[in-house]
Every structure is written in C-alpha cells, then in structure tokens.
C-alpha cells in the first residue's frame, strides 16, 4: 500500500469535492427539490392530486418536462448568456494565460495579426 503523501491526500480530496459536488450532492438535491414539489403542490392542490395519485407518477412527469427544460436553458446560456463572459474574464485573470498570450506575442515579433489576436490577452 502506498504512504499517504501530502501530495496523494490533496489529490484524493480534489476528486473527493468532485465527487460529492458535482455528482452525489447533485442526485440528491433533484430527489429532495421534486419531494419538496410534491408536498408543497401535489399534496395541497385536489386537481393535481388527482392527475398524480402517486409519487412515482409525478417524479417520472417532472423529470419529463424538468430535465429537458434544464438543458435547454443551459445551453442557451452557454451559448448566449453569461458562460462566454465569464470564460473570458477567467482567461483575462488566469496569470498563466497571460504570461502565455505574451510570450506568444514576442514570439510572433512583427506579424499584427497575431498581435491584434493575442492582444486582447496578454494587455
């Protein structure tokens, strides 16, 4: 069995965040958000008590409807929103991607079109 470095604990703990925050922690959110839809409007409402008479009937509607909503507005906004902002204002902070945009920029020396293109980068 390998020692336990620092290395290897902070390794495991970066994918033990990934793990938990982008996948387990995801599963259980949905199933708590659609319980607690269920108890607040399923329950309380008579029509659509008696359209969803069961849980796993409302669950496998929602879904239906909540998962393809939700890639839509994602891709939307990955397309059109606020991902190619904040993709740029990432790179516009990254220390590496400036250091890199310049050096490509000496480079380059006298050609302005890689000049014009690096510019927006490296400044």
Known sequence: MKKMTKSNFMRAWTYFRRGHGVYLVFGISFLNFTVIQWRLLV???????FIFQRFT?????FFAV??????L???ID??????????VEAARANPWIKDL???LMLMSKDNED???IMGKWAG
């Open 43 to 49: 329950e309380k409402v008579d029509a659509l008590k």
């Open 57 to 61: 009937y409302f669950f496998l509607a």
């Open 66 to 71: 909540y998962i393809p909503l939700a890639v």
């Open 73 to 75: 507005i994602g891709y």
């Open 78 to 87: 990955y397309r059109r929103g606020s991902v190619p902002v904040d993709s």
């Open 101 to 103: 945009s310049k050096a």
């Open 114 to 116: 890689v000049k014009k």
